[in-house]
């Protein structure tokens, strides 16, 4: 393990990018032999794996991965199932017409799904059900270990809002990351917001529906996505937390610009506009943190990550991200 001065702090920032998260766990499996992490910044599935390594709980996390293909936590919300159920049965009755008008299963099945006020009023098509399942399983704050801060996105406000919980810290190092914050609100982590935060930093605009937390303001409640829209890659809060060491590990291969392979349908282009954007703002947060005087080491692949965003249930293409991030964690 590295040794860590007083007046030094290493810190690890996490970004989002849903299944490709497991090249994450890999890195910071092959990172832990040998580097001690004062500061823990994540973001999306950044928020989690983090999470999970301010507890210091790294065989949890591999176990997570190993075995998360099998959990179906990427799961359609009951009215996105019927639909799709019912375009399945019409699909598999093309060119049949008089039977298509004559099957009462199908008639049964459009009941099912309701008014069309219904299907526009959805906010979003997957169930959170199970991410707060597993969520409740692996989170603990009395067993955090290592100062974690984790990036949401007040949709209401339109900020960048953290959530924090310092470990080993003193009041000037919890006032000075504060104040450093504003115009941004911060608020600090409570066994009764932890579970919400992450769930809050990993929700998908358009995927999940908006996880609505209130803050104490006079009752009044805020919707919060994925922190990855304000603030993908968290430098600038391991920097403002302290940090003179950053370990910053990224998701795509450097080039000299990131490229968007061509979209084809509305995900793509939301993905695809997703994308330019986090890349936009880490390019200013990684000007902000050199100027700031931190040691920066970026890891990331060496070739793209087979996996796609939402591929949980991927087992391969998972279990090979996962072993591309342990092969360059532990060389980085």
Not at 7 to 23: D, E, M, Q
Request: hydrophobic share 45%.
């Amino acid at each position: 393990m590295s040794e860590t001065t007083a007046a030094s702090k290493t810190a690890i920032v996490l970004s989002g990018g849903g299944a490709l998260g497991a090249f994450e766990a890999g890195v910071l499996a092959g990172l832990s032999k040998r580097v001690n992490f004062d500061i823990v910044c994540g973001t999306s599935i950044g928020a989690i794996n983090g999470a999970l390594v301010a507890q210091g709980a790294f065989d949890e996390l591999a176990q997570l991965w190993q075995t998360i293909s099998t959990l179906n936590i990427v799961r359609y919300v009951d009215l996105v199932q019927k639909v799709s159920g019912f375009i399945d049965d019409v699909e598999g009755l093309q060119g049949k017409a008089l039977a298509v008008l004559g099957n009462f299963h199908l008639v049964n099945a459009w009941c099912k799904i309701g008014s069309k006020k219904a299907l526009l009023a959805l906010r979003g098509v997957y169930d959170p059900g199970p991410i707060e399942t597993l969520l409740t399983s692996i989170l603990s704050l009395p067993a955090l270990k290592s100062t974690l801060i984790i990036s949401t996105t007040n949709l209401t406000n339109g900020t960048s809002d953290a959530f924090y919980q310092f470990v080993n810290a003193t009041n000037e190092d919890v006032d000075r990351f504060r104040a450093s914050r504003a115009p941004d609100p911060c608020y600090p982590l409570s066994t009764a917001n932890y579970l919400i935060a992450v769930r809050a930093s990993m929700s998908i605009p358009g995927a999940f529906e908006p996880v609505d937390m209130n803050l104490g303001q006079s009752g009044v409640n805020h919707d919060y996505v994925d922190g990855g829209v304000a603030n993908n890659t968290p430098v600038n809060l391991a920097v403002a937390a302290g940090a003179t060491e950053v370990y910053v590990v990224l998701l795509n291969p450097a080039t000299s610009r990131q490229t968007v392979a061509a979209t084809t349908n509305l995900y793509d282009i939301g993905m695809a506009s997703f994308s330019v954007m986090q890349q936009r703002i880490l390019e200013l947060d990684m000007r902000s943190a050199q100027t700031g005087g931190a040691v920066i080491k970026v890891i990331r692949p060496t070739k793209p990550i087979a996996v796609s965003v939402l591929g949980f249930n991927d087992a391969t293409g998972i279990a090979a991200a996962y072993a591309d991030g342990l092969q360059v964690g532990s060389t980085a």
